[in-house]
């Protein structure tokens, strides 16, 4: 059905930034709420972000201040701009839907150092 693919990870310095894209197949993306989800080196999965059809979005407490989840429904693309990451956000970052399953895309690393 719907395929996912992140891209715009990356090696970064402690304070430093980057936007992560997650670009979306399919013809139902404008529908369809959106999650960021990160997994880091021995450690679960964890949800980051989502954002709904609307554009509502809802935050980890961790990343409050720091990260925007944003989507252009136009270019079936959806984003996470990442602003002063700290080394703790070093993580695998995946985006994800729900389409009667759920659908992940590959992931993309973004290493923070310190």
């Known amino acids: 059905q719907v395929q996912l693919a992140e891209s715009g990870g990356g090696l970064v310095q402690a304070g430093g930034s980057l936007r992560l894209s997650c670009a979306a197949s399919?013809?139902?993306?404008?529908?369809?709420?959106m999650y960021w989800y990160r997994q880091a080196p021995g450690k679960q999965r964890e949800l980051v972000a989502f954002?709904?059809?609307?554009?509502?979005?809802n935050y980890a407490d961790s990343v409050k201040g720091r990260f925007t989840i944003s989507r252009d429904n136009a270019k079936n693309t959806l984003y996470l701009q990442m602003n002063s990451l700290k080394p703790e956000d070093t993580a695998v970052y995946y985006c994800?839907?729900?389409?009667?399953?759920?659908?992940w895309g590959q992931g993309t690393l973004v290493t923070v150092t310190s």
């Open positions: 994800k839907t729900i389409t009667g399953l759920e659908v």
């Open positions: 399919g013809s139902t993306f404008r529908f369809n709420t």
């Open positions: 954002i709904n059809p609307a554009g509502s979005t």
